[in-house]
């Protein structure tokens, strides 16, 4: 008997997982301060509360939190599955003044799954799930 191929890494699995959810929506989100990790973890928690009492739709995240490039804080990058449908201009102008959300539509082949699993690998303690 053949034996099935497994993932070979720590990456390979998490991405296997990503791209087999039914993701609607990818994000990122930043704020108008340098975010720590803990802030951020925070900012994404506060983000999809607030999408699930505005839309009255049930809604899970798996986000990855990556430093700016300025090195200055970090933003937040999430995959999203809301149970109804969203107008993501609604959420932009959720933050107005605040921050920004871009919320895009999910499309598997722009590979935004492969983009958080890059995120996950680089540091294990910097993303997480919120359903």
Do not use: C
């Amino acid at each position: 008997m053949q034996r099935p191929e497994y993932p070979t890494t720590y990456g390979d699995q998490i991405g296997e997982w990503l791209s087999d959810q039914p993701w609607s929506h990818f994000a990122t989100i930043t704020a108008p301060y340098p975010l720590t990790l803990t802030s951020a973890r925070r900012l994404a928690q506060r983000t999809i509360d607030r999408w699930k009492s505005i839309t009255s739709a049930d809604a899970k995240m798996v986000y990855a939190i990556e430093r700016n490039t300025d090195g200055m804080g970090h933003h937040i990058h999430a995959l999203v599955h809301f149970t109804a449908e969203v107008d993501p201009d609604m959420f932009a102008r959720m933050v107005d003044g605040q921050g920004r959300i871009d919320l895009q539509r999910y499309d598997p082949k722009q590979a935004g799954a492969r983009y958080i699993t890059k995120a996950v690998t680089e540091r294990r303690d910097n993303w997480d799930t919120i359903h």
